[in-house]
């Protein structure tokens, strides 16, 4: 049995921001102790753990402790995320009057060395994991739960010559899975692509480096993730709490019954710095107006605070940025060698092609004027790569589109049509942009 119950969960996310605050502190100050202060924050720079990074440096003024910042820089994190891991690390130092010591670390393979090894992280770590399992299940001829719960059939397992299990496991397979939260039918097609598929990614490129630095110096992490985040986050609060003392790889995890609001209200609050790529954070609606989520019900209004990149003067930056790196429409786009990857090589002779900046402001991020089904004849590396760097693109872009737009570009995406989406891109920044 857990330690906690979502009953528990949802009556800790019901609490005010001052009582979360002081619920985080004292597990922060437990885990301190515990590890006799032999403790790091893993910082990536985001705004929870910016706002981590905060409520632990109050702590270790208390103690009068240093505070251990660890960043790991894969070498995809934006610009702005890089500065602003050595800007808020002096603002701490200058705020709070403490030593803070701000290690950066960085993986033993790059991102495209990754994918070349192991398989791109298609959709998110949880999916990218399963389709991986499920092929081996394919691949070692076995029908399995993980299979059913992509949608393979019986009837389809039999035409594939797999092995069945057991009549009364198969019909646990139907009453377990079927209409589900385990159910992944609509990424089924992923089964059957030719190029490799795998969540190895965080593994190699996040999680080997912070686990060498706790090695190596005996500290123990300190982590901003929050149950809200995914079903994975939930079961492990409710499994270990906040703090797992006795688990394999210790770890702290103090803020796992925030909220984004929480965070944003706590960034606003407390006017902390945090990394421009976001924006700024503003109330969406007046900051008076009262919603049945102050009072714990959940599902009704809308969000009191929100980032501002995306609306207003943010949405019109972003398109300004658009322009200035879209290469001339009457010209071929010529790559620098710092722009030059698998796909962008398959797209670079192409003589329309729509640029976005992401992650690094030097590598352009191409969606092709073809469809990527016209790519048949080119290898499943560069057809897997134009997918990939076609769904960073959306989501670098997230903030300035509706959910139902986001969902229209994503479904066009994952199903091939990489042009329909492009242009449909296209077509919004340009919409917003003439209302901004």
Known sequence: MGAFTKEDLKRFQAESLDDKFQRTLAKVSEWYVRWNYEVYVSFSGGKDSTVLADICAR????????????????????????????FFAQWLRDKYGIEVVLDILRPEMRFDEVVKTYGYPIIGKSVAEAVELGRNNLAEGKYSARLRSFGVTVDEAVSMGLELPPAEMLERYEKSIDGSKFERKKYKDLLFVDFRISAKCCDVMKKAPSKEYAKRTGRKPIIATMAVESMLREKSWLQNGCNAFDSKDPSSRPMSFWTEQDVLQY??????????VYGDVVYES??????????????????????????????????????????????????TRASMSIAQAAVSTTKTAFGILTNKASVWVMFSTNSIKSTATDSSNIRGEIMKEALATLRACKASLTRQEYKTLYGQIITGDINAARKGLRKILKRKEATA
Request: charged share 30%; aromatic share 6%.
């Open 59 to 86: 702590w270790c003024k208390i103690i009068g402790k240093p505070l251990y910042l660890v960043f790991v820089n894969t070498g995809l994190e934006y610009p702005e995320i890089q500065k602003h891991v050595k």
């Open 267 to 276: 960034i606003k609050e407390e006017q902390i710095p945090i990394a421009s």
């Open 286 to 335: 007046d900051p008076e107006q009262m919603r049945i989520e102050d009072y714990g019900i959940e599902g009704g209004g809308r969000e009191k605070l929100t980032t501002m990149i995306g609306r207003g003067a943010s949405s019109a930056r972003l398109v300004a940025t658009l322009k200035k790196s879209r290469p001339d429409s009457s010209e071929t786009a010529e790559p």
